[in-house]
Nanobody
Framework: QVQLVESGGGLVQAGGSLSLSCAASTNRFSFPLMGWYRQAPGKERELVSTITRNGNTNYADSVKGRFTISRDNAKNTVYLQMNALKPEDTAVYYC????????WGQGTQVTVSS
């Protein structure tokens, strides 16, 4: 059983920065794809960013140029650096590791005040 543990998040003013991290509970597996999703109140969960094992990245248009995803394969950990945050970035952020199955973190709240 793989568990993902998220940390980071919190409350920040618009224009500020936050960082998130997500670590798997085991190093038995190497995950080809890691990523971050978010869900705002009343909205569906949406993709924020993904990163492959060899470092290829993908970003939602809404976060390009402001967010940076990275990963440490040795630690089975993925990171999300969020800069120039906007109130519309407010959401619960979930990490996702994909192998055969999808594994999800517990979610962490990010709130950006105007």
């Amino acid at each position: 059983q793989v568990q993902l543990v998220e940390s980071g998040g919190g409350l920040v003013q618009a224009g500020g920065s936050l960082s998130l991290s997500c670590a798997a509970s085991t190093n038995r597996f190497s995950f080809p794809l890691m990523g971050w999703y978010r869900q705002a109140p009343g909205k569906e969960r949406e993709l924020v960013s993904t990163i492959t094992r060899n470092g290829n990245t993908n970003y939602a248009d809404s976060v390009k140029g402001r967010f940076t995803i990275s990963r440490d394969n040795a630690k089975n950990t993925v990171y999300l650096q969020m800069n120039a945050l906007k109130p519309e970035d407010t959401a619960v952020y979930y990490c996702n590791f994909r192998l055969v199955n999808d594994y999800w973190g517990q979610g962490t709240q990010v709130t950006v005040s105007s």
